[in-house]
C-alpha cells in the first residue's frame, strides 16, 4: 500500500512550471485573436466591468459608480447600452435589492433627461456629465423621500457627495472606457489617460469587495497583481501610482483597507526600481514590501498578507510577457515605447525614401524614354527622303502630264536621275549657272520650269519640316537632361532619408571627459555626424558672460580629438546668468571667399540692367553669378534679376551647373515671344579643393590674378533665351590661395574708350594693381574705365572681384590627451 501512494504522490514533485508556463503563453498566443474578439467584440469585457462596478461601494451606502460608467457606454458603443445595463443590474442586485432600484432608477432618469436636452443641444460630450449629475442627485432624493418620508442634513450631504464623484468619475469614463472598448490602437497613452485607466480599475476592484476564499480578500489579491503588472511594465512612476490611487479608492471603499494603500505604493516603487530583474525582480519588490508593512500587524494578519502577495506573485508569473510587453508600448518613457516610436518612425522614413525613390525612378524612365526616342528618331535615309519629295513633285505634275507613260515607263531612271540631280544642285544654289542640266532637261521635259518651281516649293517646305523636327528633338533631348538632373537629386535625397542617425554614445563621453578634464563645464553633448569634412556636433555650456569659450577653448580640443579643424558654426547665448549657452561645431572649409562689388547704372541712374549675386551653396561650394539683361533700366533688371533667381534656386536643389543653366534657358526662351535675352557669367568654387568651374553665356571674359600673371577666362555661347538648345562651355581651372577672380559685365569690359583691344587694356591694369583687397580691386578698375570716358557712364556696370585664401582658424588646436591624463 505505501508502495503504490509513493508511486502516485512522485511525480508531482517533478511538475516542470517552466514548460507549462511557456506551454500557456503559446496558448495565449495562438489564441490571441479570438480571444479579443470575443471579450471586447461581443462586450464580455463591457459585462464584465459592469458587473463589478454595478456592486462598487463607497463608505459603505455611496454607489457612485453604475451611472458614470452606463452614461460613457452610451457615448462610446451606444449599441452595447442594454449588456452594460443588464450586468450593472445584477451586480447591484448581487448587494442589495435597494441598490439596483437606484441605479435603474438613475438610468432611466438619465435616459429621460437626454432626449430632453438632445432637442436643444447636439454637443453630448458636454452635456452628459451634468445630466449625471442630476440624474444621481434627483433620483437619490426621490428613492430617500419615498423610504423616510423626509431628507435630513447627513442625507443630504451623502447625495451632493454622490452626485459630485458621479460628474468627476463621468469625465474619467468617458477616457477611459474608450480606451478598453476599442480593439485598434497605436497611439502612445497620455498622462490623464493612463491616470483615467487606473481610477477604472481601481473602481472595478472595489467592486471585488467583500469576496473571500479561505480569509484571502479577492480584492487584495487583485490590487497587488495589477500593481506588480504596471510596476514591471512601466516602472516606478507608474506602479506608485497605481499603488496609491488603488489602495486611496480601497479605503473609500472600506476603512480597513487604508494600510494597504501604503503598501500597494510602497510595494509598487520596489517593483518598479527592480524592473530590470524582470518579473521575479519586481515579485521580490512586492515581497519586501508586505514583509516590512506587515510587521506593524499581527502574526495572523502578516501571514494572511504575505499569502495573498504570493498568490498575486504567481498569477503575475503565469502572464504572458508578451502581455506585459504590449502594456508598456502605451506608456511613454518605456524601452518598449520608445522601440515602437522608433519602429514606427523607421516606417514612415523607409516608406517615404520608397517613394522618392520610385519618383526618381519614374524620373530617370522618363529621361531614358526622351533619350532613346530622340536616338531612335534618326534622320532618315537620303534615298527615302528624295524619293519623299520627288513623289510630292510627280504628284503635283507628271500625274496630270499626258507624256507620264513615256517618261516614268519607258525612261523611268533617267527620269528620276534628272530630278535628283536637280534637286541636289537646288540644295546647293549652283543650279541657275548648271546650263547643261537645264538644257538636257528642257529636252526631256515639255513643263520643265513648272517641274522646277514645284520643286523649289516641295524642298521649301521639307526643310522647314525638317528645323521643326530638329527643334523637338533638341527640347526633347533639355527635357531629357532635366528629367535626369531632378531624378539624381530625388535619388540623392533617399539615400539621405535612408541614412539613420548613429549613435556616437562612446565618442561623447570622449568628448565629454576631455572637456571636462580640461576644466570647462558641459551640460550634455549630442554628435549628429562625425563624415569627415562635415562634422555636426551640438553643446550645451554653462553661462559663457560673453568670454567665447567655444570658439577659443571647446573647437581647437574638438580639431585635435576629431584630426581637422572644427569651427563654432552657430551660437546662441543664455538669457539670464544661471542658464545654458548652445552652441553648434561643424567643419572648417579648406578655402575661404571674399568678396567686393562695384556697380553703376547707365548715365548715373538708380536702376541698372545688371544684376549679380555670391552664395555659398549647402554642398561646400560657392558660386558668383553676373548677368546683364538687353538695353537698360527697369525691363533690363527684371529680366537680369529673374535669371539670377532662377539660377539661384535651382543651385541649391543640387542639380548640376549645366543643366541649371539649360533650365533655365528653356525657361527663358519659352516665357515670352519678345526678343528679350540675358548674358549670364557663373563661377562655381569648391571650398575644400580651390577648384573652379566657369560657365559663360554671352559674357564678357573674367580673370584671374595670380601674383604678376594674369589668366583670361572666356568661351563662346550666345546669350539665354536665344535658343532653346544649347551647348555650355565649362571652363575648369585650379585656383590657389592669395588668387584674385574678376568677373564683370561688358559694361566695364568694353567701356574704356579710345583702346583697340580690350583683353590686352584690361589684363595690363589688372596686373598693375598693387592691391589685394577685393573691394579695393573692384572699385580701382571701375574708376580707371570711368576716367577713360571723361566721367560718363554710358553703359551698366558690374564688377565682382572674389580673393580665394586658406581658411586659417583663429585659434590653434589644444591637444586634449594632456588633460585626460591630468584628469585620470
Not at 35 to 40: A, E, G, H, Q, S
Request: glycine share 6%; with cysteine.
Amino acid at each position: 500500500m505505501e508502495k503504490t501512494e509513493r508511486n502516485v504522490i512522485e511525480p508531482i514533485t517533478n511538475v516542470n512550471f517552466k514548460s507549462t508556463r511557456l506551454s500557456f503563453d503559446s496558448w495565449i498566443q495562438k489564441n490571441k485573436q479570438k480571444l479579443l474578439k470575443i471579450i471586447i467584440n461581443r462586450g464580455v469585457l463591457i459585462v464584465f466591468i459592469g458587473f463589478l462596478l454595478g456592486r462598487a461601494l463607497i463608505l459603505a451606502e455611496v454607489t457612485p459608480f453604475a451611472l458614470p460608467f452606463f452614461a460613457a457606454v452610451y457615448v462610446v458603443q451606444k449599441n452595447r447600452i442594454w449588456l452594460a445595463l443588464l450586468a450593472l443590474l445584477v451586480g447591484g442586485i448581487s448587494l442589495s435589492f435597494q441598490t439596483s432600484i437606484f441605479i435603474l432608477a438613475s438610468i432611466v432618469l438619465f435616459l429621460f433627461l437626454n432626449n430632453i436636452t438632445r432637442r436643444f443641444s447636439k454637443d453630448t460630450l458636454k452635456v452628459v456629465p451634468f445630466l449625471v449629475f442630476l440624474s444621481l442627485c434627483m433620483s437619490k432624493l426621490s428613492i430617500l423621500y419615498f423610504i423616510n418620508n423626509e431628507i435630513d442634513l447627513y442625507n443630504l450631504m451623502l447625495v451632493g457627495v454622490e452626485s459630485g464623484l458621479g460628474f468627476i468619475l463621468t469625465l474619467i469614463f468617458l477616457q477611459s472606457v474608450t480606451l478598453v472598448a476599442f480593439r485598434k490602437r497605436k497611439q502612445t497613452l497620455k498622462t490623464e489617460e493612463i491616470i483615467s485607466l487606473i481610477i477604472l480599475l481601481a473602481s472595478i476592484m472595489t467592486g471585488l469587495i467583500g469576496w473571500s476564499i479561505y480569509d484571502l480578500s479577492i480584492e487584495y489579491i487583485a490590487s497587488r497583481y495589477f500593481v506588480l503588472l504596471l510596476a514591471c511594465a512601466a516602472g516606478a512612476t507608474i506602479g506608485t501610482t497605481v499603488g496609491v490611487v488603488t489602495g486611496l479608492i480601497l479605503s473609500l471603499a472600506n476603512i480597513g483597507s487604508l494600510f494597504q494603500m501604503s503598501l500597494l505604493a510602497f510595494s509598487g516603487l520596489l517593483g518598479g526600481l527592480l524592473k530590470d530583474g524582470r518579473k521575479i525582480g519586481v515579485s521580490v519588490g512586492l515581497l519586501i514590501g508586505t514583509l516590512l508593512l506587515g510587521m506593524y500587524n499581527d502574526a495572523n494578519q502578516l501571514q494572511i498578507s504575505v499569502i495573498e502577495s504570493l498568490l498575486a506573485i504567481f498569477i503575475f508569473l503565469l502572464t504572458p510577457q508578451s502581455l506585459i510587453s504590449q502594456i508598456a508600448k502605451y506608456i511613454p518613457g518605456t524601452i518598449e515605447n520608445m522601440s515602437e516610436q522608433q519602429q514606427y518612425l523607421q516606417k514612415v522614413r523607409d516608406v517615404t525614401a520608397s517613394r522618392v525613390s520610385q519618383f526618381s525612378s519614374v524620373f530617370q524612365a522618363l529621361s531614358s524614354s526622351f533619350e532613346n526616342y530622340n536616338q531612335s528618331a534618326n534622320h532618315m535615309d537620303e534615298e527615302v527622303e528624295v524619293d519623299y519629295v520627288l513623289s510630292n513633285v510627280t504628284l503635283r505634275t507628271c500625274q496630270l502630264c499626258y507624256k507620264k507613260d513615256q517618261c516614268w515607263t519607258n525612261n523611268l531612271n533617267k527620269t528620276y536621275d534628272y530630278l535628283k540631280n536637280i534637286m541636289h544642285e537646288y540644295e546647293q544654289s549652283t543650279l541657275e549657272e548648271n546650263y547643261h542640266l537645264q538644257r538636257e532637261w528642257n529636252k526631256h521635259c515639255i513643263k520643265p520650269d513648272k517641274v522646277i518651281n514645284v520643286i523649289k516649293d516641295e524642298l521649301t517646305l521639307y526643310y522647314a519640316n525638317q528645323k521643326l523636327k530638329e527643334q523637338i528633338r533638341e527640347s526633347r533631348k533639355l527635357v531629357a537632361e532635366q528629367l535626369l538632373g531632378v531624378s539624381q537629386v530625388m535619388g540623392d535625397f533617399a539615400n539621405e532619408i535612408k541614412r539613420e542617425r548613429d549613435n556616437h554614445h562612446v565618442q561623447e563621453e570622449q568628448i565629454l571627459d576631455a572637456v571636462q578634464g580640461f576644466g570647462v563645464e558641459i551640460g550634455h553633448v549630442e554628435i549628429y555626424c562625425l563624415e569627415q569634412g562635415n562634422i555636426d556636433i551640438e553643446m550645451s555650456i554653462p553661462f559663457c558672460n560673453g568670454r567665447g569659450e567655444s570658439e577659443k577653448l571647446i573647437a581647437p580640443m574638438l580639431s585635435d580629438i576629431l584630426k581637422e579643424t572644427i569651427i563654432v558654426t552657430k551660437e546662441e547665448c543664455a538669457a539670464y546668468p544661471n542658464g545654458y549657452c548652445q552652441a553648434t561645431f561643424g567643419s572648417a572649409k579648406t578655402y575661404k571667399v571674399d568678396t567686393g562689388v562695384a556697380h553703376a547704372a547707365k548715365g548715373g541712374g538708380l536702376i541698372s540692367g545688371d544684376s549679380y549675386s555670391t552664395i555659398e551653396l549647402g554642398a561646400g561650394k560657392f558660386a558668383i553669378a553676373i548677368s546683364d539683361g538687353m538695353g537698360n533700366g527697369q525691363r533690363a533688371h527684371s529680366e537680369s534679376n529673374e535669371t539670377l533667381e532662377l539660377l539661384q534656386k535651382i543651385l541649391k536643389s543640387g542639380i548640376e551647373e549645366k543643366v541649371a543653366i539649360k533650365s533655365v534657358n528653356s525657361v527663358l526662351s519659352l516665357r515670352t515671344t519678345d526678343e528679350i535675352f540675358s548674358t549670364l557669367d557663373l563661377a562655381m568654387i569648391d571650398l575644400q579643393d580651390a577648384s573652379a568651374k566657369f560657365l559663360k553665356i554671352g559674357s564678357s571674359p573674367s580673370f584671374i590674378k595670380r601674383g604678376e600673371k594674369v589668366i583670361s577666362i572666356c568661351a563662346s555661347n550666345l546669350p539665354m533665351g536665344i535658343i532653346q538648345d544649347f551647348e555650355v562651355d565649362v571652363v575648369s581651372e585650379q585656383l590657389k590661395a592669395g588668387d584674385l577672380l574678376i568677373m564683370m559685365s561688358d559694361g566695364i569690359f568694353e567701356g574704356p574708350k579710345h583702346v583697340e583691344n580690350y583683353d590686352i587694356w584690361m589684363k595690363r591694369k589688372i596686373k598693375d594693381l598693387q592691391t589685394k583687397d577685393p573691394q579695393h580691386v573692384a572699385d580701382l578698375i571701375m574708376e580707371e574705365v570711368i576716367r577713360t570716358r571723361s566721367g560718363n557712364i554710358d553703359d551698366d556696370m558690374t564688377i565682382v572681384v572674389a580673393k580665394v585664401d586658406h581658411n586659417t582658424p583663429k585659434w590653434a588646436a589644444i591637444p586634449a590627451h594632456m588633460y585626460e591624463k591630468k584628469a585620470q
